[in-house]
């Protein structure tokens, strides 16, 4: 294999692995509000993000913002790796997106406390900081790329 098909394989990996990891999170976003109703038998994503619902528009704003967003991401993530131009817009969303989350976690983190979690432990830390760091890579082989073809 030459390079340029290394970076396109290593490209949709990327992809592929923000797929697998957003479409089930939007997934499991969707059917929490009435995981109980349907007796599944899932873990609470409720509990593995801290978060209590108060109100019922609460569900609602849950399965909007953690359901459609997430499964959004996963759907375009795999539509990128048939079109380039999606592929390097979603790159580039996801690494604007994690370097956001994780500006936030760090300035909580100055703050003096990281909900209890040292820097170490916290594991959506550790992915956002992996993820942008794959994400500018993924950009530059893109750019590479782009620089080849023109």
């Known amino acids: 294999m030459n390079k340029i098909s290394i970076r396109l394989v290593l490209i949709n990996l990327f992809l592929v692995a923000m797929a697998a990891i957003y479409l089930p999170i939007g997934l499991w976003a969707f ?3 009435i995981q109980d109703a349907l007796e599944l038998n899932l873990p609470s ?3 593995q993000v801290g978060f209590s619902i108060l109100s019922p528009i609460g569900f609602s704003e ?6 459609g967003l997430n499964f959004c ?4 993530c795999l539509v990128g790796m048939f079109i380039r131009a999606w592929a390097k817009f979603m790159i580039s969303f996801i690494t604007f997106l994690v370097a956001g989350i994780a500006f936030g976690r760090l300035f909580f983190l100055l703050l003096g406390t990281q909900a209890g979690l040292p820097i170490i432990v916290n594991s959506f830390l550790k992915f956002e900081i992996i993820v942008f760091f794959l994400g500018l890579l993924m950009l530059k082989f893109l750019k590479d790329l782009d620089d080849t073809t023109n």
């Not at 849950?62 to 359901?67: Q, V």
């Not at 991401?73 to 375009?76: D, E, H, N, P, Y």
Request: without cysteine; hydrophobic residues 55%.
């Open 31 to 33: 059917v929490a509000p």
């Open 62 to 67: 849950f399965a909007g913002i953690y359901g």
């Open 73 to 76: 991401i996963g759907v375009f």
């Open 45 to 47: 994503l409720y509990e």
